[in-house]
């Protein structure tokens, strides 16, 4: 009766206040945590609540997509933005070792994939064409990475 209805009050409301604080009760990351590449350089994380079809945000997926971003626009900003393919695989070796767990997982890949494509959309939505570019450019990479490597679908050239 009542005291069930009190207890379920209690933990809706418990649960409300930790979803607007942004805490969890599980390993996933909110979607302030989604970094955006500016025309400028720097970097801006995503506070808009839609992230276009993506919905599955994996803790070390998202710290992966970052880390993968920063090591390409590094790389990217030292060689002129001239050799693309050089800079995709100096992000792939600067991130190999600490993310093994997600280059190793088709499954991981694939959120940190969907991932570069909700900032993509999010960055063409805001104006911002060459985060768009940058982010379809390492989303296009990893789906060949796990198209080449991990699920051996496609021969290796």
Known sequence: GRKRNQGKARKAAKAKAREESGESNNDQTTNESLCMILPNGTQRYS????????????????????????????????VDNADIPRSLIEAESATMDKYAEVWNDSAKIEIAINCLLSTGVQ?????????ALNDATLARYLEQHMAVALKETQANV
């Open 47 to 78: 506070t808009v609540k839609c992230l276009h079809g993506f919905d599955k945000k994996d803790k070390i997926c998202v710290e992966f997509v970052n880390a993968f971003k920063d090591a390409y626009k590094c790389e990217s900003d030292r």
């Open 123 to 131: 960055n063409i939505m805001l104006g911002y064409n060459n985060g």
